[in-house]
């Protein structure tokens, strides 16, 4: 398969040579490079790449074009190739026309003419949204196969672990896929357990555990030294923030995530609230820039590693992680986040990972395309997954226990709902049970008004019905509020006075929970507001309050 292709398209020939002539410069080695001079021809252009099957990467475009417009345009040819980047080269005047392309054809980004010099006004915008197509576009295969099947629950997990570690994988499913038969017999004669995970060298492991697909998609699961400065449980967005601010000013830091990096914002498809990203970005976006980012100060990431207990001997931590290691620390921070509430109706359990999600999985929402699939919950995440999944199934239903979701989530997503004809929200709609036969099949909802039970059936069921703070492994030793969340700092305070088993000559520091040395930050600490961006500014200022004491041992 040829490289990608970028397409420059410019009214003004002298600007399309230009704008042509500086991709070349830059991008050449991995990307075909093309020129067009009207919204016409370009299209004329996209539509025969489209039929001989090449993959375009990016459109960048002039707003200002007599016949068609920029956006005009861009909003034709994403339908063509509707992965594409779609960066619109504007005048200062065109501005807030390229604001409102973000919302009405997904605009990636706008670039203000003249661009010179490019190093420093076009490279870096292109180097980003074009990283971001390397990540999400399907490339061809590259090696790792997994063969499965949608009922078992398995391959739900070594298809979810590897998406969220960004191993990239082909699936072949044994129902649909007539590879699998042809790999499955490679293997020699009889049944075989599902999933098999097949590798570039020819090598095949039969249902791998989370440890073993991180180590064989290059993952580092073992700890390098004995001793660090700070010790981080938890790679979601507080872990990350706070690994980040350590090891730039110089800790020693190991950050110990027991599944993948991302936490609860991982699994999400869309971040819109997240500060300089106009457009949002996916949570798999923002998880790959924070590894990206604590990886280059030198911060040790331990995947599919969790903590499971902590021992203290002051002025030292001890952490024993699943698979038998031991490291120690003078800090440790707890950046365990929450994880959902499972939802404890008749049935649920025998079909979770056969048809039933917690979360909206990127890696199975394709597998719904065309289908009916339900979401259960009324908050702000439920939101996104109803929209996540419009774009591949025919019908998602929402089913919201309260009367109006305006209560539970943020007016512009009930406002994004009610304008999707694909969407159909149920509120006071309780999900009293599940059936399926292996595998999802129906969900029996209750009106919470009438009490009358209906039947509906469909493919999936996604559930987002809240959270519990992850703490067992500090089984009782840490002080938590009635709901399990950590206490920290001033909040640890009886009307002034430090806890009867609090020994320093001082007060808790600010993210400092009851035993000396060990801090919280993000959803696992009580009084924290539940989202991504103070999740990530917890974990930084977790930071300060660990230099305070660092500073006294
Ligand atoms: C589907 C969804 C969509 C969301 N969308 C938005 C949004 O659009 N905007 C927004 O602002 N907020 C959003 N949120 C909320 C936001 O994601 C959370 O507030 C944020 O992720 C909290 O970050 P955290 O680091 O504190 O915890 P988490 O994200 O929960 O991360 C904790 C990490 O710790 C790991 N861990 C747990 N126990 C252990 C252990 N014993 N050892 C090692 N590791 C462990 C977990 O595997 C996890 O990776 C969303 C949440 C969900 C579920």
Redesign the pocket.
Known sequence: MSNPFLLAVDDDPGVARAVERDLRARYAEDYNVLRAESGASALQTVQALKQRGDRVALFLVDQRMPEMTGVEFLSQASSIFPAARKVLLTAYSDTQVAIEGINSIGLDYYLVKPWTPPERNLYPVLDDVLSDWVASASLPYTGLRVVGSLTSVDSHRVKDFLTRNLIPYTWVDVDRDPDAEALLTSLGPGEHDLPVVFFADGRHLVNPDNVTLAEEGGLSTRPSQEFYDLII????????GAAVYAASEGLRVAL?????????????A?????LGFPKGLS?ADLTRRAVTQAKRFGVEILTA????AVETEHPYHTVS?TGGDQLSCQALLV??????RILDVPGAEDVTGAGLYY??TVSEARNFTGERVFVVGGG??AA??VEFLSRFARRVTLLARGSDLANSMSQYLVDRLGQNDVIEVRNRAEVVAVEGDGRFGAVIVRDKDSGEEERLEGAAMFV?IG?KP?T??LAERVRTDPAGFLITGPDLLDRGKRPADWWPKRDPFLHECSVPGIFA????RHG?V??????IG??GSALHSIHQYLSTV
């Open positions: 449980a938890g790679a979601g967005p507080a872990g990350l110990v995530e027991g599944d993948a990096p991302g936490g609860q914002a991982g699994q999400s869309r971040i819109e609230n997240y949570g590693r969790s903590v499971e992680i950046a365990t986040g929450a994880s959902t979360g909206t702000n995440s996104q997954g987002y959270a992850r067992e492994f930050a993000g959803d696992v924290s539940k989202r991504v961006a103070a999740a917890d974990g």
